[in-house]
């Protein structure tokens, strides 16, 4: 029987399940809704029924499988086995899910979050690959990277490396708490996401009753962040001068980091990214403004949607071929 590696991403909406082989080609993949629960049994029971009948559907079943790998919206801690900081998900913050798992699959098992999968996929077979020292970072709606450094993933202290969304723009704009609260939107997310993007075009248009593209884009519903590129896009000056803070917050953030972690290479993926030509350009264009002069490149991301299954896949094989070794 052929063994192959399984790649989940788990969304808060959509769930990707795909089927390797062991060179990393894909045998068939599987998009569905996502069945949220707040009991990680139930949840568990959903996705590896899903899983097992994408196994039969190519002539296996979970005994098949070498490993499987899992990407999460959340911080995820594979040593304690927790998930937390995913609000879509919200579980117990102190369950550990491995126990869990392993009652229906008793292989090998890689958890960590969704962008790190997705970093991985962009490693194995796309944008980053080659990479050494690059960050991942996703323009949705919210924000989210992840780190590679040295050749390998770098997750932090406490396992939430790379929630760049939560860097301070302006200090002492915002009160500070105790500690970091993933479960809210962050000062820098709020400039350059899909949802910041749109919050802030609404709290502009409110100050004045003028004539907008905005509003007539938006027919008196929600203002989101599509309507602003596609007015900025015919000459809105409301909606140029939104992106253009949305885009030298984000430059600047993407040169900070870079600078401090001395980066060869930045990928540039999510929703945003994708539906809006010349926006990885833009941001290089006023990144490579910045001194000093240091060899970066910036490259948008190739697998879309596919990148956080295939990295989960990928990261599976990965440790199989280490043994004990972590990705």
Partial sequence: MEMYSAGIDVGGTKTLICLTDEAGAVLVQHKLETRLSRDPEEFFRWLFAE?????????????????????FPGVMNEQTGTLTNAPALNWPPDTDIRPIIASYYRGLVVLDNDV??????????GAAAGAEHFIMITVGTGVGSALFLNGRLYRGAGYAAG????????????SAKSAADYSEFGPLEMEVSGTGIGVKAAAELH??????????????????????????HRGDETATA????AYEQLAAAVKNIALTLDLELVVLGGGVVEKNPGYVQEI???????????ELTLRQAVLGNQAGALGA??????????GTGKN
């Fill in 51 to 71: 899983l097992e009948q994408l196994c039969q559907r190519n002539g296996g079943g979970l005994s098949s499988l070498q490993g499987v790998g899992i990407g």
């Fill in 207 to 232: 100050k004045h009753s003028r004539p907008s593209l905005i509003r007539e884009l938006a027919q008196g519903g929600p203002i989101r962040a599509e309507h602003v590129f596609t007015a900025a």
């Fill in 313 to 322: 896949a990928g990261a599976a094989r990965s440790r199989l071929a280490a």
């Fill in 116 to 125: 790190n999968m997705a970093a991985l996929g962009e490693y194995y077979a």
């Fill in 242 to 245: 939104l992106l253009d803070r």
């Fill in 284 to 294: 290089a264009r006023r990144v490579y403004r910045y001194a000093p002069r240091q």
């Fill in 163 to 174: 929630e760049i969304g939560y860097l301070i723009v302006e200090p002492g704009a915002v």
